[in-house]
């Protein structure tokens, strides 16, 4: 099983929703399952809790086509296409809209017991559910969100299957997903506890987010560390092999330093991911909870990230890597490791290979180190490489660039996980291995704080 129970899913999706705390988000609830989901979220982020009530408007006699959904306040979208295709007319669509307006306000007035519902005129709102199967209410939800005056809409949930997520992110500005396994039956399978979320449950979680009073006391675990976001001017190409440039360029990147942080571990991005990457920040957050600072930043421009040749120049994704690293020392005083990921993995090991670099441990996940070439030798930073033992082509690559290794270093392999580790458990496994790594590397006084 993937979570634990709605409670442990939402704590998971906090993480990586962290980035948002400081946009003031309202966060909505999908009743029934997602409000558990969202409460925690909610929690996290110190933002305001409320549900999203939608009805869906299905087409009269064939009710599983719909054509439309409605929300509060008189809000309703319309698919003038399937209305027409099915023949839907003017006294059809109002007898239909009646009858679920109807529902709608019963469940609204229920669930909120008597409060008025968030106003979401300009502000970014994240909807939570505790999962998609076929993806049609949320995606009715985010459009009445949308009409509801929501400046940016961003869907947040545990597990979906992976055509779900694609098909979604036409409809929003961000879909955060924290897994997206294949084959996909339903969304309970990835629970241990799937229990049926009652409405006097999601009342009372509600009724308790108004006042301000969570299920257990905030003391009984540290608070989340805050996130900064960085700019670090680098150079736009490098002699190490990038190609003839114009000029410095400005990386964004979040930085995290938890109380007490006893080192920084950069993530180096690959291909098709940048530092919005949900996979990688799940990684990041287990750190931070072993204290560890992280800083996940893109090492392209977005114009740069479209086109493909760029992410495979390692030489200038290096350089990049190697520069950012001396303007973060001249921030924190603390040991540095990296975190590649694909072909963020080369650049880091490549990066590390330089004769000033001072990189105390490296960690790919997935990663392409052959890419780093005849410089794989001269890194001195121990380094564990992760691979997921279905991802046979980049085993085989892995196993080949260890050879040619000469620092400590290890290969892991994650049995039963593909590529991106999508497999319930995988990711964690990951996370597990880094933390122990760095750690156990960059914090050898604490001997592995994990």
């Known amino acids: 099983m993937l979570f634990t129970d709605r409670t442990d899913a939402g704590l998971r999706l906090a993480r990586v929703l962290g980035r948002w705390r400081e946009e003031r988000p309202v966060v909505l609830g999908l009743p029934r399952g997602g409000v558990p989901v969202a409460y925690e979220v909610a929690r996290e982020l110190d933002a305001p809790l409320d549900v999203i ?55 609204a007035h229920r669930f909120r017991d008597g409060r008025p519902r968030r106003a979401l005129e300009g ?57 997206a396994p294949q084959p996909f039956s339903s969304v309970g399978e990835w629970y241990r506890d799937f229990s049926q979320t009652s409405d006097d449950e999601v009342v009372a979680l509600l009724a308790r987010a108004a006042a301000d009073r969570p299920v257990r006391p905030r ?6 560390p805050r996130t900064e976001e960085v700019r670090l001017a680098v150079g736009g190409a490098h002699s190490s092999g990038g190609p003839a440039g114009t000029g410095g360029i400005e990386l964004t990147g979040d930085l995290v330093l938890p109380d007490g942080a006893g080192a920084v571990v950069m993530f180096a991005h690959g291909s098709g991911s940048s530092r919005h990457s949900p996979r990688n920040r799940s990684v990041a957050a287990s750190l931070n909870e072993a204290g560890l600072g992280t800083l996940l930043f893109d090492l392209l421009t977005p114009v740069e990230a479209a086109d493909h040749g760029h992410v495979f120049d390692i030489g200038t994704l290096a350089g990049r890597l190697a ?36 990189v105390g441990a490296v960690v790919s996940r997935g990663g392409r180190p052959d890419l780093a070439g005849s410089r794989l030798a001269d890194v001195r930073a121990p380094t564990l490489l992760v691979v997921g033992g279905l991802d046979t082509t980049v085993l085989a690559l892995n196993q080949q660039a260890r050879e040619r290794l000469t620092c400590e270093n290890r290969l892991e392999i994650v049995p039963g996980a593909s590529h991106l580790f999508e497999e319930p458990g995988a990711l964690d496994r990951v996370a597990d291995l880094a933390r122990d790594w760095f750690t156990g590397h960059l914090l050898p006084a604490a001997g592995g704080r994990g």
């Open 219 to 224: 003391s009984a675990r540290p608070p989340a």
């Open 53 to 107: 009530v939608v009805r869906k408007l299905g087409v009269p006699y064939h009710r599983e086509l719909g054509f439309g959904a409605i929300g509060e306040d008189g809000v309703r979208v319309v698919d003038e296409g399937i209305v027409r295709r099915a023949g839907v007319t003017e006294e059809d669509l109002a007898a239909v809209e009646r009858t679920e307006s109807a529902e709608l306000v019963r469940r």
């Open 123 to 179: 502000r970014t709102v994240i909807v939570v559910d505790d999962g998609i199967a076929t993806g049609s209410t949320a995606r009715a939800a985010c459009a009445v969100v949308r009409a509801q005056g929501a400046s940016r809409v961003v869907l947040a949930v545990p597990v979906a299957p992976p055509d779900a997520v694609a098909r979604l992110r036409e409809g929003v500005d961000e879909v955060v997903c924290l897994a």
């Open 323 to 358: 520069e950012a690293t001396r303007l973060l020392r001249g921030r924190v005083a603390l040991p540095i490791g990296y975190f590649g990921a694909s072909t963020g993995a080369a650049a880091a090991l490549r990066a590390a290979s330089e004769a000033d670099a001072d």
